[in-house]
């Protein structure tokens, strides 16, 4: 066999098994070829987020738009709210939104090193070892991030014995990404089509805690 058929297609099965690692370590992926669409996700113009107040004897808004009204996230989070009276679910999303975009180019790009106050050590560890695998094997990854299509909360804890806070969000982005050998080909994916990344994230906090940083803990599909 022709040697440069079997350098490409040893290449063909290194990029399959990187493929398989990104869906372990990130979310799913599902490419549609149109254009991006300019949407409020994308624009830096978009509204900032309003404060909500709690009206006496009613429900909390910022709390019941994102989660049903006695749920145990809704309690959760009216618990981390007691805790924290700075802390705004809406502003939550909004900026975990602005984070999901920074850690997931980040990891494209290799560049760990830019979110390594943002990652607990199990994520760290986990995003680290793919991007180690991509160098070992001459591969990089060119992506670009088009907008977010979906941020949706799905659930929340507050464990009130060590005010440690969890809050669960799933995410839907878009990107378009190729991965390219150590001659500038193209082993996977196509830079014209979109990829739609889809995430499920966990961000932890110690609610008493002087700093406002969320840390990302956990990550699925």
Sequence with gaps: MDPAVIQ???LAGIA?????RLRSVLGSRDGFEKPPV???AARDDAPAPRRFEVIEGGPDTDIVDHVPEGSDAAKALARMKAADPDFNVTEFLSGARGAYEMIL????SGKLDDILPFLSRDVFESFDEVVQL??????RVEAEFVGVREVELTDATYDEATDEAEVTVRFVGELTSVVRNNNGDIVEGDPNVIKRQKD?????RNMRSDSPNWQLV????
């Design 8 to 10: 490409l297609l040893v």
């Design 38 to 40: 300019e949407g409020p």
């Design 134 to 139: 991509r160098d070992r094997e001459g591969l």
């Design 200 to 204: 499920v994230w966990t961000f932890a």
């Design 105 to 108: 180019m980040s990891f494209e």
């Design 16 to 20: 399959i098994f990187l493929i398989m």
């Design 218 to 221: 956990a990550t699925g599909g």
